[in-house]
């Protein structure tokens, strides 16, 4: 069984920064492609970036230019850096695993079998 443990979200006002961490309990962490999302009260969970085994990432067009993914094997972590937070950024943000072997990276919440137990990112205006 894997677990994803999730710490970093907060309280911040518009244009600040927070910085989101992942820990996950897997031997095999270096080899999954690792993905953020996030859920909104009353919307579905969306996608916001994810980062394959080689560090190659991809983003929400949303987030696109304002939030940084990445990893540290050494560490089993995966990072959000998230600079430049809006209102409209606001959700309990999700860590997942994806251990599907896949070429490209997986936007959907459907492809990633382990999520971590979210946590609160509230930006005030």
């Known amino acids: 069984q894997v677990q994803l443990i999730e710490s970093g979200g907060g309280l911040v006002q518009a244009g600040g920064s927070l910085r989101l961490s992942c820990a996950a309990s897997?031997?095999?962490?270096?080899?999954?492609?690792m993905g953020w999302f996030r859920q909104a009260p009353g919307k579905e969970r969306e996608f916001v970036a994810a980062?394959?085994?080689?560090?190659?990432?991809y983003y929400a067009d949303s987030v696109k230019g304002r939030f940084t993914i990445s990893r540290d094997n050494a560490k089993n972590t995966v990072y959000l850096q998230m600079n430049g937070l809006k209102p409209e950024d606001t959700a309990v943000y999700y860590c997942?695993?994806?251990?599907?072997?896949?070429?490209?990276?997986?936007?959907?919440?459907?492809?990633?079998?382990?999520w971590g137990q979210g946590t609160q990112v509230t930006v005030s205006s």
């Open positions: 980062i394959n085994r080689s560090s190659g990432t």
């Open positions: 897997t031997r095999t962490f270096s080899s999954r492609n």
């Open positions: 997942a695993a994806d251990y599907t072997i896949r070429s490209v990276l997986a936007t959907t919440p459907l492809a990633y079998e382990y």
